[in-house]
């Protein structure tokens, strides 16, 4: 038998056209800059001061990643990056976990105060110079836990994770009980397996933040050799380097240094390393979200 389809009424297939013509000039909109960024990498300096470069290297150079390649710097700042980013993302999942998974058994007591209390440093905070003074008092001045510890539990994202241990049904936790399972056992075998889509798109939130976070080194870190790649990133792109800063070189040769190719060469050594994350945890990125931010 034929199947009827159901008619599509003439205001319904505008709608999708101009859905269609939206979700692609958003896509131009995100996708132009980064390509952009990528010609202009590995095109000459000529053109693009010339400005024709578009989406497309003109005149094909690579010296602008050679130049990098050879700073010293610039590996330094990667692996304190790299190191930022698993000490802190594995923290803030730790964290992110201890608090959320409490706050969703149905039986604790005071769980009103202490989701207010949470709740309350979303919308309130001391500001940048008691942070400052706090880490100073702290001694962690200089240290990686001034890095990653201020930033270590986001609260937004503890009440995803919330909602998603919400969702998962009572009965498999009871049953866990009546077996001998304790509440730690309980979290380890039951909970975390079953919650791989929320961990996988909260390690994307939290790596991809502690990455691109430069604000917190250079308030926190004095000591250059502790300072993670995006400070050497906001040098290059600002038009400094460390000689122009400590007046060694000219300001013609610190343009020089500084030009559009390297800006985007360097653009393009920080950014690239973080979008090879998305596709393995594409799978569990939609379902995480949407299951931990809906309460049935």
């Keep these: 038998m034929k199947k009827n389809k159901v008619k599509q009424s003439r205001g319904y297939r505008l709608f999708q056209v101009f859905n269609v013509i939206i979700l692609v000039l958003i896509c131009w909109a995100c996708l ?13 300096n000529s053109a ?25 710097d610039f590996y330094i700042g990667y692996k304190n990056t790299i190191i930022y980013t698993l000490v802190g993302t594995l923290l803030s999942l730790i964290m992110t ?14 769980k009103k105060y202490i989701m207010f209390l949470f709740v309350f440093t979303m919308y309130f905070g ?22 990653v510890l201020p930033g270590s539990l986001s609260v937004y994202n503890m009440l995803i994770m919330r909602t998603f241990f919400y969702g998962i049904p009572e009965s498999l936790t009871e049953a866990a009980k009546i077996d001998g399972i304790g509440d730690f056992g309980l979290l380890m075998k039951i909970i975390m397996p079953l919650s791989k889509p929320i961990l996988a798109t909260m ?3 939290y790596a991809v933040g502690y990455w691109n976070d430069w604000f917190s080194a250079l308030i926190y870190m004095s000591d250059s050799t502790k300072h993670p790649v995006t400070l050497y990133l906001r040098s290059i792109v600002m038009g ?6 400590s007046g060694n070189i000219s300001g013609t040769d610190a343009a020089d240094v500084a030009g ?25 990125f939609v379902t995480g979200v949407m299951l931990g931010s809906v309460k049935e």
């Design 48 to 72: 693009v001061l010339r400005g024709e470069v578009g989406i497309l290297p003109k005149g094909w150079d690579m010296e602008a990643y050679k130049r990098i390649v050879k700073d010293m």
């Design 260 to 284: 559009k190719t390297v800006q985007g060469a360097t653009v393009m050594l920080v950014t690239i390393p973080i979008l090879c994350i998305y596709p393995f945890v594409q799978k569990y």
């Design 32 to 44: 132009y800059p980064f390509l952009n960024t990528f010609a202009t990498s590995l095109s000459s």
């Design 240 to 245: 400094l380097t460390k000689q122009a800063m």
């Design 126 to 147: 001391g500001g940048m110079i008691p942070s400052f003074l706090l880490i100073k008092n702290l001694h962690l001045m200089n240290t990686i836990w001034a890095i």
């Design 203 to 205: 390690t994307l939130f």
């Design 97 to 110: 976990v201890a608090a959320a998974y409490p706050l969703a058994r149905r039986g604790l007591v005071g």
